[in-house]
Structure formats: C-alpha cells, structure tokens
C-alpha cells in the first residue's frame, strides 16, 4: 500500500509559479512510477505529467512542456512538480498517482494504470 499527501497548492497571478510536493508513504517509493493529474471544475482528469522510478524518464503533457517540470527525491519519498509561467487554463485540482514501474525510461499518461491517488490539491490561477 502506498499513500499519497499533495501539499504546495494555492492562488496565484498569471505569469506566476508554484511548486507542488507529494510525499508518500512505505519503504518501496523508489519502485513506483509517479504521475500527476488535473482535473479542473466540469472536465475529466487529464494527464500533466509523469516520472519513472528512477527518475530518468519523463513525460510531459503537450500543454504544460517548456514550463512544468517533475523531479522526485527518493531519499526523502517525494514528487514534485515545479510550475511556472501559470496561465488561467492551468487551474484544477492537481492529483499525483503512483503504481509500481514496468515502464523503462518511459512513464504511463494513462490515468487508469496508476494504483495509488492522493485527494488532490487546488490550484487557482488569476489573470
């Protein structure tokens, strides 16, 4: 079992930045692919991101390239999505997902592969 806590959400400008961590619990992060998800009022969830368990390989949803990026510290059993140049569109509830790595150097978007969610964390982008 892993559980997942998001923190670092909150109301920010246009243009701004902000930094989301999800710390999860167990001894076995280090073999989990990490995901995060956004789902924003009246849409489905869709994919943002996602890192494997070594870190090595990333994917990045085409709308977010160029200004989120992912890193993960398994000493310390924590993702973290770093955003920047927030646009009003970037406004969801930010999930992070885990499930065990069989990926290589190329994590899931698909949000159904992933075992494990946390309750989200709001972020509003003002413009």
């Known amino acids: 079992q892993v559980q997942l806590v998001e923190s670092g959400g909150g109301l920010v400008q246009a243009g701004g930045s902000l930094r989301l961590s999800c710390a999860a619990s167990g001894r076995t992060f280090s073999r989990y692919a990490m995901g995060w998800f956004r789902q924003a009022p009246g849409k489905e969830r869709v994919f943002v991101v996602a890192?494997?368990?070594?870190?090595?390989?990333?994917r990045y949803a085409d709308s977010v390239k160029g200004r989120f990026t992912i890193s993960r510290d398994n000493a310390k059993n924590t993702v973290y999505l770093q955003m920047n140049n927030l646009k009003p569109e970037d406004t969801a509830v930010y999930y992070c997902?885990?499930?065990?790595?069989?990926?290589?150097?190329?994590?899931?978007?698909?949000?159904?592969?992933?075992?494990?969610w946390g309750q989200g964390t709001q972020v509003t982008v003002s413009s």
């Open positions: 890192i494997t368990a070594s870190g090595i390989g990333r």
């Open positions: 997902a885990a499930v065990l790595d069989p990926y290589g150097d190329n994590p899931s978007y698909i949000s159904d592969e992933y075992d494990y």
